[in-house]
């Protein structure tokens, strides 16, 4: 057997690859797409998947909705963050600011310099702030409120995104808690702002994006944007609660 351990690929494609009699115990893969893949045979013990997750069968179970009831269950609130009218995005955006004036709460307690660390590669909790800006940068000011270019240079890209001219990523920056927060609150201040004002013509209507940055140029459903910005701010929450719990554990 050809031994490749602690290979790193990156920027690959392995798309129709056929993998047997391999080893793949102890792999990191962040940022893939496994659309399509077909796993037999396998041993899965010990195994720990973060992501979206849409038709995942296992031996013969489609595990899909199981997840998504079983999350439901553990986090009630979450199934507000899937809203259908102008009053159930108000309510979601409620929960949001609620839910995250907690976490920051809890991050204060902490040493400052704690909030550049990073648990197990992934951001720190600084850099979760940052890339939340990026979200509603990208899916609210430029998808929905129409404006090009609106980052700003500390809003920070998901890390397997393409380099994108005008969108700055600059990941070894070190701002503060309050400097990212300013940022971070003035971001949410636009969010309340658009769906306070939403209506039911407004929330169906199309958007249409020019020019480079992310969303790519195409047209939007105006839902869809804040949809993509309610999951964005759910998800990373929980993650940074998670690595919150294990930052406060080594000051212990």
Do not use: K
Not at 1 to 25: C, H, I, K, N, Y
Not at 68 to 77: F, N
Not at 107 to 130: C, K
């Amino acid at each position: 057997m050809a031994d490749l351990q602690g290979s790193r690929f990156e920027w690959v494609t392995l798309a129709g690859s056929d993998f047997r009699a391999v080893d793949l115990s102890r792999v990191r893969i962040r940022g893939a797409y496994l659309h399509g893949a077909v796993l037999r045979g396998v041993q899965l013990v010990g195994v720990e998947i973060n992501g979206q997750v849409d038709g995942l069968t296992v031996n013969g179970v489609d595990v899909g909705p199981l997840i998504e009831a079983e999350l439901d269950r553990q986090y009630p609130e979450r199934a507000r963050m899937r809203p259908t009218d102008p009053a159930g995005y108000r309510e979601a955006w409620d929960i949001v600011e609620r839910l995250w004036a907690g976490t920051v709460e809890r991050a204060r307690r902490l040493p400052p310099e704690r909030l550049h660390e990073s648990v197990e590669g992934e951001w720190s909790f600084i850099q979760t702030l940052r890339h939340l800006a990026f979200a509603t940068d990208s899916w609210v000011r430029r998808a929905l409120l129409g404006d090009p270019a609106p980052w700003d240079p500390l809003d920070l890209p998901w890390d397997e995104m393409p380099d994108t001219p005008g969108v700055t990523r600059d990941r070894e920056a070190r701002p503060s808690l309050e400097v990212a927060l300013a940022l971070r609150h003035d971001r949410m201040a636009t969010v309340r702002e658009l769906v306070d004002g939403l209506t039911d013509e407004s929330l169906a209507a199309d958007r249409t994006v020019e020019g480079p940055g992310w969303p790519e140029p195409g047209t939007y459903q105006a839902w869809g944007c804040l949809l993509t910005v309610l999951r964005e701010e759910w998800e990373h929450r929980l993650y940074a609660e998670r690595d919150l719990a294990v930052l406060e554990a080594r000051d212990d």
